[in-house]
């Protein structure tokens, strides 16, 4: 599941606040051999809320396009990847499929039964291990569903999806899994194309923005994404919600009793650990960002995990507290590639939490296990949840 060691990067990102302020600035011309000049390799990291906010809001003096090298080679051309004015004409097409209207629908058709049919394996047993019998198959699972799969062919999209997301790590697998998927995928949309159904690939198929409709490319690209942009993060941010409630237990009972905290214990747990600590964008121009110099062509870092714990924005950043002041997290990031699927993301987590509430009365941690540890240095979760119930 591509999870690291690491454990807890935090202090480190306490330390690079203190030193650097909003914008460390590194020589790492040394990583690329002894031979190699200083000055040849300088990387910017926004570290504070401010620095990574102001980068995020401007798609002019910061490219996505860097995305493409080694993304697009698996994923297709996507949206992750564009920039003004190919980004809006493509997000105005792609945001179709996600109305309030659909969303409403997906929750209590798809979402609800797919978290349920995971439960029901498990509600008999009075233990659990959460990640691997909920948490890490139910959003892939959802998008299978969304995307119309046949039921047959679940545990290949599974499989495959879970190749797909390791490019970062072995890019021959994901991309022997890019192949199987088009393979998957494809007859799906032809079909769709010969006769809409009530799936997402249907609703692509006849998004329309001024004219401009989805190539069949598009929409396998978009379906591809989908993978890792939903089913991952979601199921690493789920996870991660899980085990703040679940440490502690005064918030987790006050969020069973009253169901209306769901929605700002998600905001809480997206802050406290998002699921995907770094993204990066490429400088267009000399510019500055929070003051400090940066020049056209210079790879910019952005530290999601240290912005959401800016001590400059919330007092003791490292604590879960689902009542703290509301104040808007960078999880989904924000600007013109704020993430698309949030509103996905935030309705599958609260009506998982609703059922596992409703479902297993006095959910608690296993005891006699092991604590759960958040670990990871790019994408965070906990390899496990021992929890018993009832």
Same mark, same amino acid.
């Given at each position: 599941?591509?999870?690291?060691?690491?454990? *807890?990067?935090?202090?480190?990102?306490?330390?690079?606040?203190?030193?650097?302020? #909003?914008?460390? %600035?590194?020589?790492?011309?040394?990583?690329?051999?002894? !031979?190699?000049?200083?000055?040849?390799?300088?990387?910017?990291?926004?570290?504070?809320?401010?620095?990574?906010?102001?980068?995020?809001?401007?798609?002019?003096?910061? &490219? &996505?396009?860097?995305?493409?090298?080694?993304?697009?080679?698996?994923?297709?051309?996507?949206?992750?990847?564009?920039?003004?004015?190919?980004?809006?004409?493509?997000?105005?097409?792609?945001?179709?499929? @996600? =109305?309030?209207?659909?969303?409403? +629908?997906?929750? =209590?058709?798809?979402?609800?039964? %797919?978290?349920?049919?995971?439960?029901?394996?498990?509600?008999?047993?009075?233990?659990?291990?959460?990640?691997?019998?909920?948490?890490?198959?139910?959003?892939?699972?959802?998008?299978?569903?969304?995307?119309?799969?046949?039921?047959?062919?679940?545990?290949?999209?599974?499989?495959?999806?879970?190749?797909?997301?390791?490019?970062?790590?072995?890019?021959? +697998?994901?991309?022997?899994?890019?192949?199987?998927?088009?393979?998957?995928?494809?007859?799906?949309?032809?079909?769709?194309?010969?006769?809409?159904?009530?799936?997402?690939?249907?609703?692509?198929?006849?998004?329309?923005?001024?004219?401009?409709?989805?190539? #069949?490319?598009?929409?396998?690209? @978009?379906?591809?994404?989908?993978?890792?942009?939903? +089913?991952? $993060?979601?199921?690493?941010?789920?996870?991660?919600?899980?085990?703040?409630?679940?440490?502690?237990?005064?918030?987790? !009972?006050?969020?069973?009793?009253?169901?209306?905290?769901?929605?700002?214990?998600?905001?809480?747990?997206?802050?406290?650990?998002?699921?995907?600590? $770094?993204?990066?964008?490429?400088? $267009?121009?000399?510019?500055?960002?929070?003051?400090?110099? %940066?020049?056209?062509?210079?790879?910019?870092?952005?530290?999601?995990? &240290?912005? *959401?714990?800016?001590?400059?924005?919330?007092?003791?950043?490292?604590? @879960?507290?689902?009542? /703290?002041?509301?104040?808007?997290?960078?999880? @989904?990031?924000?600007?013109?590639?704020?993430?698309?699927?949030?509103?996905?993301?935030?309705?599958? $987590?609260?009506?998982?939490?609703?059922?596992?509430?409703?479902?297993?009365?006095?959910? /608690?941690?296993?005891?006699?296990?092991?604590?759960?540890?958040?670990?990871?240095?790019?994408?965070? &979760?906990?390899?496990?949840?021992?929890?018993?119930?009832?």
């Amino acid at each position: 599941m591509g999870l690291t060691v690491v454990e *807890n990067p935090y202090p480190e990102f306490i330390a690079q606040r203190a030193e650097h302020g #909003d914008l460390m %600035v590194e020589d790492l011309s040394s990583l690329m051999g002894e !031979d190699t000049p200083a000055g040849t390799l300088i990387v910017y990291t926004a570290v504070s809320y401010d620095a990574v906010f102001e980068v995020l809001r401007d798609g002019r003096r910061f &490219s &996505s396009s860097g995305y493409a090298e080694v993304m697009e080679p698996v994923m297709g051309r996507t949206i992750l990847q564009m920039d003004a004015p190919e980004h809006h004409a493509y997000r105005g097409l792609i945001s179709q499929a @996600f =109305t309030r209207k659909a969303m409403q +629908a997906w929750e =209590t058709e798809l979402i609800r039964p %797919v978290v349920d049919r995971a439960i029901d394996a498990f509600a008999g047993a009075g233990r659990a291990e959460l990640v691997r019998q909920l948490t890490f198959p139910f959003p892939v699972n959802v998008i299978a569903e969304l995307l119309g799969l046949p039921g047959e062919q679940l545990g290949l999209f599974h499989r495959l999806a879970v190749e797909l997301i390791s490019v970062e790590t072995d890019m021959d +697998a994901a991309s022997r899994a890019s192949a199987a998927l088009a393979e998957v995928l494809g007859p799906l949309i032809d079909g769709r194309r010969a006769s809409l159904g009530r799936d997402l690939v249907s609703v692509l198929i006849q998004a329309d923005n001024d004219g401009q409709h989805l190539t #069949d490319d598009e929409i396998l690209a @978009f379906c591809r994404l989908l993978l890792p942009a939903g +089913a991952e $993060t979601t199921y690493r941010s789920l996870s991660n919600l899980l085990v703040g409630l679940l440490t502690n237990p005064e918030q987790l !009972d006050a969020v069973r009793n009253d169901r209306s905290l769901i929605p700002q214990a998600i905001d809480e747990g997206l802050r406290w650990e998002c699921p995907l600590l $770094t993204i990066f964008r490429t400088a $267009t121009e000399d510019t500055e960002v929070c003051g400090v110099p %940066v020049p056209a062509g210079a790879a910019v870092v952005l530290n999601l995990g &240290s912005a *959401n714990h800016d001590e400059r924005r919330w007092e003791q950043p490292e604590r @879960f507290d689902i009542f /703290r002041p509301s104040l808007p997290s960078l999880a @989904f990031a924000s600007g013109p590639h704020t993430c698309l699927g949030m509103h996905l993301a935030r309705a599958e $987590t609260r009506v998982a939490l609703e059922r596992l509430f409703d479902r297993l009365p006095a959910l /608690r941690l296993d005891p006699e296990a092991e604590p759960p540890v958040i670990t990871g240095r790019t994408f965070r &979760s906990p390899i496990e949840i021992p929890v018993l119930f009832g």
